[in-house]
């Protein structure tokens, strides 16, 4: 990963391998999806009794009922 922030210019606005590198994609997924609490609906969204939604995050099945 050094050699990944080595390229990076503070005063450039993304490094150009962020785009390209399977190694930095995988961080970013874990950093940002596997880390936090993420919003994927609302209340309204699931309302009434046997209402529901699924949801696919990252090949992940998510599935959200009432």
């Known amino acids: ?10 005063g450039e606005s993304f490094f150009p391998d962020a ?3 399977e190694r930095w994609c995988e961080r ?12 994927v609906g609302r209340e309204e969204d699931v309302r009434n009794d046997g209402d529901f939604f699924c949801l696919d995050i990252l090949g992940e099945s998510i599935f959200i009922a009432t």
Request: charged share 30%.
């Open 28 to 39: 970013e997924k874990a950093r940002l999806f596997k880390e936090k609490w993420l919003m």
């Open 19 to 21: 785009y390209a590198s």
């Open 1 to 10: 990963m050094s050699e990944i922030f080595s390229s990076y210019d503070v």
